[in-house]
């Protein structure tokens, strides 16, 4: 085989690489578990009926066929899935009979998209979600459960730059169209679909094409005034009403309940609030899809805007339906490999380590394998992730070994009895590598500090 | 969408199945890593080129393509990979650079295979591997040394029923044939192939197959005695001695060798031997793959003995190489859902409670949803999973709730101060609604035995 090169679009990490998304996978894992979430996976593949469901992402699927398909299965339209929403929607149909509701799942899976590489854009990338599901009805205070959740697991990402989740409410924007005279679907999706635009034109262009959209010059510079409120407090009925007046709140239920909805779940978010985790109504945030019908969420990244939104959902009332029995959900989709891969390639972020090892445990000679390998069987049985030298070099050699695996500790053992050991000491001796320090020590007792024990990953700041 | 129905060969797990799958998954995970082996995640896609050099299994890929592939994207050929061994080999050469050797790695990831579902056979399904590659040599104690890591893993799965792993080795069978005059690749190959039958048809059958590739009588006798040869100990060398001839093994420098190397390993692994856990040398285990090239390994499970092995894999010198390097390696990959399928799906297998809560957070009112959030946030904070009541029914029905889920603990917070709480105490009180035991408890403080704290997974015999 010639050299292999990387295919664009499919990212790979080296180990220590690795490491930073495995330790962001574990603490997703962890905070979801602690907040009740029951973890599942779903198949990677899905029939197209199930995936084209969601018209616009129909040009990304790939579709699967086997090499030598028999003419009976041929086209039977199978692809792998885009994300982890219309899965678990389909799961939840499926599963229903054996589940107990309200749902919470998380799933930490792949998902294949077939669309051009660019920046920020994989082929193939690994995503977090979490979701809340009902049987019939599922009260709000889900919306702020699962925000909290997720806030709370994005927190702990100590290594994450800081973030700003926006959150915006569809039943605010479709009860304010209204009130402004926009009850057209049509026209109230297409409104939507150019306000979403706002973070990559410039507002007059927006305003030009709302404007061609039909709307009068007056109503599309309210819609953008509408767009433009971003409070990181409950003030913002506040300044809806101001805008739209006192009036038009109290005649429409849907803007007052989308407006009592938001202030409530900025309230409930309120004490996670820091200087790296800001939470704030953004009423220009609308979300391509059609599915969500109330809570819509997405966040930004410090530094790394021109990713897009890192993590984003919602409230869909009737994504899972099966025609007698509806199950609303509200859930949150985090994007791991989009944000890990650019902290890894772009700011070198990496464990500091490339094995789990905390020791090396040297090798005297090849004869004595046996007395290492029961130091090192003596450090696993009390979880002292280790290793025993590949050959018996000399012992400066066998250190920079574990200087280029960034192990911190290098284990002699002790000589056999009669002998002088090489360490110069009758008892085993430790050496962390990186103070020079050389004590001795017994394979029974001996702990590194809890910090040794795992591969470390600092915010390059830090380090 | 009307009920969705399964997809043969995609297994899906109900969140008490996937719990038992997770503690397998972890438990791997857990091992490989105090033995020093690095975690890493190669891409899902394969250039067909890479997917097609190991020729048997060809049929068995699945392609794929864009839904709207642009004409010069067609046919890139790419195709889902069907292991974790060929992709890594991939993955060694295409890193090679940044990757220090011995190089330790386990993969816990999903492998696609487009073939016919039949029992214990899966179109999708999670594969465990462990690796150990050089640069190009890699001492014969790494074989030990995977050979360990692996049945210490599988002996820490203790819902698992026994096991036997069987080793032979290449070296061995190909020193033996040409001690008994079989020289001519093609023939050795094809005589491999018809012994590795001997698990599906009788030995007569076979016999009758090896003279009819051109075998005498007296050496398809001799073949068939090897392949009996089954010994838990390292009398292997004694008993092919007997066979063969004292002469034969003397004149043959690679039967030697590969005797030595079963011996050594079987003295090697010989400590872990247990009731539940057996090592033995099986001269009949062959492997269809003709990568290997010393040590092969095959794995029976106790009662499944239909699944075929569970866990296989062996030694490959030359499987990566990029014409100037070759980096000769060594590994074992257990089929997680092969093993975990069948125990959850035949055996009812499962853990306690379908959600990682190990406490319920009653709710007294709907006004009071603060209250039971900090009572949870404060168990949390001492990483005790748990949830609040998803609304503020009978307390009778919030311990039912409980129960369906298999949650063992219902906390019921402190009445506001001034009030007669339900509990008939002023103080938080926790029920263990399996005993029925209710004590005063502070969210400070209590803390469940340890093993209530995560959902369990007991063999049922246990239970």
């Given amino acids: 085989m010639s050299k292999p090169t990387a295919l664009s679009g499919f990212p790979e990490l080296l180990p220590a690489q690795r490491a930073v998304e495995q330790q962001v996978l574990d603490t997703l894992r962890e905070v979801f578990e602690l907040h009740g979430f029951a973890g599942i996976e779903t198949r990677a593949v899905e029939p197209l009926d199930v995936l ?19 003419a009976e299965e041929g086209h039977a339209g199978f692809g792998l899935h885009f994300d982890l929403t219309v899965p678990f929607a389909r799961y939840v149909l499926e599963h229903a009979g054996h589940l107990e509701f309200p749902f919470r799942r998380y ?17 193939e990338f690994t995503q977090a979600d979490i979701d809340v599901v009902g049987r019939d009805v599922l009260p709000a205070h889900h919306d702020v459960e699962v925000t909290r959740v997720m806030v709370d697991a994005l927190r702990r990402l100590d290594f994450l730059p800081g973030f700003t989740l926006q959150v915006n409410n569809r039943k605010l924007v479709v ?49 953008l005034d509408l767009a433009g409120i971003v409070t990181p407090d409950d003030t913002v009925a506040a300044r809806v009403a101001d805008l739209l007046g006192a009036d038009a709140v109290a005649g429409s239920p849907l803007l007052a309940e989308g407006l009592d909805e938001l202030s409530s779940l900025l309230r409930g978010v309120a004490d996670l609030v820091d200087d790296r985790t800001r939470v704030v109504a953004d009423l220009s945030i609308a979300r391509g899809l059609d599915y969500y019908t109330g809570t819509v969420f997405e966040t930004r990244l410090d530094g790394f805007e021109s990713l897009g939104s890192i993590c984003s959902g919602g409230r869909y009332d009737a994504l899972a339906t099966d025609g007698r029995t509806t199950y609303p959900g509200v859930g949150i989709s985090f994007g791991v490999s989009r944000v890990v891969v650019p902290l890894v390639t772009r700011t070198g972020l990496a464990a500091d380590r490339s094995v789990p090892s905390a020791v090396l445990v040297a090798l005297t000679d090849e004869d004595s394998r046996p007395a290492s390998d029961a130091v090192a069987a003596a450090l696993r049985a009390r979880r002292i992730p280790c290793e025993v030298a590949a050959s018996a070099q000399r012992f400066g050699k066998q250190i920079r070994y574990a200087e280029r695996r960034g192990i911190p500790y290098v284990w002699f053992p002790a000589p056999p009895a009669g002998t002088t050991g090489t360490t110069g000491s009758g008892a085993h001796q430790v050496k962390d590598i990186r103070s020079g320090d050389q004590v001795d020590a017994d394979p029974a007792s001996w702990t590194p500090p809890t910090e040794d024990l795992r591969p470390r990953v600092q915010a390059k700041e830090q380090q």
């Fill in 107 to 123: 799933q930490l899976q792949k998902v294949w998209r077939g669309e051009r590489p660019q920046d920020g854009r994989f082929r």
């Fill in 52 to 70: 084209l469901r969601k018209g616009d992402t129909a040009k990304e699927v790939y579709l699967l066929r086997r090499l030598h398909e028999t």
């Fill in 175 to 223: 009860g304010a169209y209204a009130a402004l005279g926009l009850t057209e679907p049509a026209v109230v999706d297409e409104v939507m679909r150019l306000v979403d635009k706002l973070d990559k034109l410039p507002a007059a262009e927006v305003r030009t094409q709302l404007v061609a959209a039909g709307l009068d010059d007056a109503t599309a510079g309210t819609v």
